[in-house]
């Protein structure tokens, strides 16, 4: 069974600051991670994943996550954030088996003008 | 690219009532799908999972016979909600799987809202 945690609930930054959202998890069997977004009222869109391979992924609109395997963890991070970043957040994992997802609890994050 | 869509969007019924929400993959042909609820301001659980030719597997603590799940096709499965109460209410979101992508690659659906008063 996986888990996975996300230790900020909210995050508010300001437009064009750096942001990193983070994310823990935890598996006994290797894994998939997964990074989506979530507008209000609307569904999930993927913002990248990783399966193997550079531990580095970079994803759609400018958002980048490293897998730290040592440490458990995939931050999302981006250099600079827009308004239309702010949105609900989930990190979500799965064994390379079976393809349910376990997603966080979500991290929301506010871009202030 | 891949799509995958539900039907409704949004649906209000009475309670006690039945309500069905169709997931379909557009584009791609999908043996296996999942479906999630998410409460507001949480996050998603998944429910089951949808096996295109046989029976749906359900994670604990899901009601089999309230929430019917049916995958006829390799491109449609159909979560039933049976009886619906008011707690029933939420948002249900589906996602299958690409087996033929490089990848596995999930897609998700846009979502279903569903309200029962």
């Known amino acids: 069974a996986q888990s996975v945690t996300q230790l900020d609930s909210q995050v508010p930054v300001f437009e064009e600051a750096p942001v990193e959202l983070r994310c823990n998890y935890s598996?006994?069997?290797?894994?998939?991670l997964f990074w989506y977004v979530q507008y209000p009222n609307q569904g999930l869109q993927l913002l990248l994943k990783?399966?193997?391979?550079?531990?580095l992924v970079k994803g759609i609109n400018g958002f980048e996550a490293e897998f730290n395997k040592s440490q458990t963890s995939f931050h999302l991070r981006k250099p600079s954030v827009h308004i239309s970043d702010t949105a609900e957040y989930f990190c979500a994992v799965s064994g390379t088996g079976r393809r349910a997802l376990t997603f966080g609890s979500g991290t929301r994050l506010q871009v202030q003008p | 690219g891949a799509v995958v869509s539900q039907h409704p969007s949004r649906v209000i019924c009475k309670s006690g009532t039945s309500v069905k929400i169709e997931c379909r993959s557009l584009?791609?042909?999908?043996?296996?799908m999942f479906w999630y609820r998410q409460f507001p301001k949480q996050s998603l659980m998944l429910m089951a999972t949808?096996?295109?030719?046989?029976?749906?597997?359900?994670e604990q603590g899901v009601e089999k016979d309230k929430f019917l799940i049916n995958h006829a096709s390799l491109t449609l499965s159909t979560l039933t909600v049976t009886s619906a109460h008011p707690e029933d209410s939420s948002f249900y979101i589906c996602s299958a799987r690409d087996s033929a992508s490089s990848g596995n690659t999930i897609y998700f659906g846009e979502g279903s809202w569903l309200t029962v008063v």
């Open positions: 949808s096996n295109e030719g046989s029976k749906a597997t359900y």
């Open positions: 598996s006994s069997v290797s894994v998939y």
């Open positions: 990783y399966l193997s391979g550079s531990t």
């Open positions: 584009d791609f042909q999908a043996t296996t």
